[in-house]
């Protein structure tokens, strides 16, 4: 534990570590990437298996970082039930960049490492656009409703694109994530859109239909994540830093209704009333969610 050392001293060393974790994994993708284009099964089985330890290995080493910068006191509940060996859709409430570091440290070999869908144009960002690639991130092609109005033949062609892109997981294991909300809370935020809730902001549903008509038949369940920081909400900075003391998080298995899966969102307006009103429903517990939250672990 480095609690001793100022907190700007603790946050460029975990900086350094974070940075040196990357670039020497990312070298080692870069290689496993020759092997990825080659038209055989089994190396194709072999390295997505490499590339998915490879993916752990890097959570495993920024946990220890984490672990070295900070005793974080860790609260968690509904873990029981998740396992390793089936394909989930995960989402949760959004605070801050550091949601994805605490979902990855907790979910580490519990299931599959998260893969987010991601705009096909990413895969051009420099290094990075290269690494998602070779994990096999899903690369998603979405038109603009302007477009489609000016090329209706491409109708329906962005989820045919997507449905081909996941059928490389149809004999995997495979942990997706989608962040309802789309963005991080803020006040500001909160209230531009005059949400509803306390703690949330407007929940998106289209990214989670999306996925479910996508691949809804391989996925066990959806995992519906809360998270509450009794000291308030983190930036990267104080994380580097060890400032991140408490981190409480609930895990809610759902069974998702068979009724909302090969839906198509964009074009079934009745399916889109009512899917957006089971998300509302989910969305109005979570909220309950966190009031129970914040007064069984307040502010520190």
């Not at 690494?131 to 109708?155: D, I, V």
Request: include cysteine.
């Amino acid at each position: 534990m480095l609690d001793f050392l100022p907190a700007a001293v603790r946050g460029v060393i975990a900086s350094l570590l974070l940075a040196l974790n990357t670039i020497l994994l990312c070298s080692f993708l870069f290689c496993v990437a020759i092997f990825k284009v080659l038209p055989f099964a089994l190396t194709q089985r072999f390295t997505r298996w490499l590339m998915s330890h490879t993916h752990e290995a890097w959570i495993s080493n920024n946990k220890a970082w984490m672990d070295l910068v900070c005793r974080t006191r860790w609260h968690l509940s509904g873990l029981e039930s998740l396992d390793y060996r089936h394909s989930y859709l995960i989402t949760s409430n959004h605070q801050s960049w550091v949601d994805i570091m605490v979902l990855q440290y907790v979910l580490n070999r519990r299931i599959q490492p998260l893969k987010f869908f991601l705009k096909q144009e990413l895969i051009w960002v420099p290094v990075i656009g290269l690494a998602w690639w070779t994990l096999g991130f899903p690369f998603m092609k979405r038109y603009s409703k302007a477009y489609l109005e000016k090329h209706p033949e491409k109708k329906g062609k962005d989820l045919e694109t997507t449905r081909k892109t996941c059928a490389k997981f149809r004999h995997d294991s495979v942990g997706i994530f989608n962040f309802v909300e789309g963005t991080r809370f803020t006040e500001g935020k909160h209230t531009q859109q005059k949400s509803p809730f306390k703690y949330l902001l407007k929940a998106k549903a289209g990214g989670i239909a999306f996925v479910l008509d996508a691949m809804g038949e391989q996925l066990e369940s959806i995992v519906n994540v809360t998270i509450h920081y009794p000291g308030g909400r983190p930036g990267y900075w104080d994380l580097l830093c060890g400032n991140v003391k408490d981190v409480v998080v609930h895990f809610q298995e759902l069974k998702i209704p068979p009724e909302f899966i090969g839906k198509n969102y964009d074009q079934d307006g009745e399916y889109r009333v009512q899917f957006q009103g089971w998300i509302n429903q989910l969305w109005l517990d979570k909220d309950a969610l966190l009031e129970q939250m914040h007064r069984e672990y307040p502010a520190k």
